[in-house]
C-alpha cells in the first residue's frame, strides 16, 4: 500500500441515524460498511452517533466536576500531550459510568466485529486544548506490533493484514470546525511501513462535524491534533477499546488509564464489569483464572463457589 496515495482524499464517513439497537455486522449492509471503511482506512467518522442533548449533558458534566483541568498549566495528574493541550482520566462515575456512553448501541456492533466480543474498555479520558493551542506532530498512539522495524521480503503484506488490536473513540464535546480543528489522520499508514518523516505521506485529511458525530481511529494510524484557533476550549472525550489482552505501556506516565473503584464496577449492570474489571490493581482487584473475564471474589473466589 502506498500511503502517497491514500485511500481516501476525504474522511471515511456513515450516517449512523438508522442504525438500531440490536443490529448485527453479519447482517446489517451499513455496518459491513463501517468496518470496510475502518479495516481499509483506519479510521471512520460515525455521524449521529449519540444524541446532541446527551453530548450537551456529557459536556455539562466534564466543566463541571473537571473544571480544575480547563486552566491553561502542567497537572502532576494529567498527561501533557502537546503545545496548551493536556489529557485526563475520567472516574468512571455519573453520566461516564452510563452504559450509552461506554457501550454506545450503535457503535458497539462495530467495536466486537473488530476486536472481538470479548474486547475490554482499555482507557477513557478528555484531551483538553486551550484556544492558542498549536498543532501536535504527526504520531502513532503505539507502536504498530505487527512492524519488525526492518524490511525483508513479505514483510508488507504481513503488516498489511494485521488486524486491529486497539481503537479509539472520539467524541467531540464541541462542534468541530475550521476554527475549533479537529483531529488530522492519514488513512491507510495503519497498514503500511511508514513513518511521519516519509516524504511521500501526503497532507492528511481533515473534516468537520456536528455535536453527535463521533469517530473511531486505529492506535496504529498517523494522526495529529490539529490547532485551536477558536477562542473556547476545545473538548475530546475518548474511550479505547482492545482486544482483552492488549496493554498500553507507553501512554499514561502520569496517571491511570481509567479512573475506577470496585464500588463504581459492581454498580454497573449485569456482565458489563467483564469491560473494566482488569483495570483494578491490588490482591482484591485480579481476574478470575478460568477466563470468566469476572474479577475472582466475584467468580470461584465467591463463598461457596466450586474450586
Not at 486491529?164 to 464541541?174: F, K
Request: aromatic residues 12%; charged residues 20%.
Amino acid at each position: 500500500m502506498s500511503v502517497a496515495n491514500p485511500v481516501t482524499a476525504a474522511m471515511p464517513t456513515i450516517d449512523a441515524a438508522p442504525i438500531e439497537p440490536g443490529e448485527d455486522v453479519r447482517s446489517s449492509p451499513l455496518l459491513q460498511t463501517a468496518v470496510k471503511l475502518y479495516l481499509e482506512n483506519g479510521c471512520l467518522l460515525i455521524k449521529n452517533a449519540f444524541d446532541a442533548d446527551y453530548v450537551r449533558g456529557l459536556r455539562d458534566t466534564f466543566t463541571e466536576n473537571y473544571a480544575a483541568y480547563l486552566d491553561d498549566r502542567i497537572y502532576e495528574d494529567a498527561n501533557n500531550v502537546g503545545d496548551k493541550r493536556i489529557m485526563v482520566t475520567l472516574k468512571l462515575e455519573g453520566m461516564f459510568a452510563d452504559k450509552g456512553f461506554y457501550s454506545p448501541p450503535k457503535l458497539f456492533p462495530i467495536l466486537q466485529f473488530l476486536l472481538t466480543a470479548k474486547l475490554i474498555v482499555a482507557g477513557l479520558g478528555c484531551v483538553v486544548a486551550q484556544p492558542g493551542s498549536q498543532e501536535q506532530p504527526c504520531h502513532r498512539d503505539y507502536m504498530n506490533i505487527y512492524d519488525p522495524g526492518f524490511y525483508y521480503p513479505g514483510v508488507e503484506t504481513f503488516i498489511a493484514n494485521g488486524p486491529p488490536y486497539a481503537i479509539s473513540v472520539g467524541l467531540p464535546l464541541t462542534p468541530i470546525t475550521k476554527l475549533t480543528g479537529n483531529t488530522r489522520f492519514w488513512p491507510g499508514s495503519h497498514l503500511a511501513m511508514v513513518n511521519r518523516n516519509d516524504p511521500g505521506l501526503g497532507p492528511g485529511v481533515d473534516f468537520e462535524a456536528d455535536l453527535g458525530s463521533c469517530y473511531l481511529w486505529d492506535y496504529r494510524l498517523l494522526h495529529c491534533g490539529v490547532a485551536n484557533r477558536s477562542d473556547q476550549i476545545r473538548l475530546l472525550v475518548y474511550a479505547v477499546y482492545s482486544r482483552p489482552w492488549f496493554r498500553d505501556a507507553i501512554n499514561y506516565p502520569k496517571q491511570r488509564p481509567i479512573d475506577i473503584t470496585e464500588d463504581r464496577l459492581f454498580a454497573l449492570p449485569d456482565g458489563d464489569e467483564r469491560l473494566f474489571s482488569w483495570a483494578l490493581v491490588g490482591p482484591s482487584g485480579g481476574l478470575c483464572q478460568c477466563n470468566s473475564g469476572l474479577l475472582y471474589k466475584r467468580c470461584h473466589g465467591k463463598p461457596g463457589a466450586e474450586a
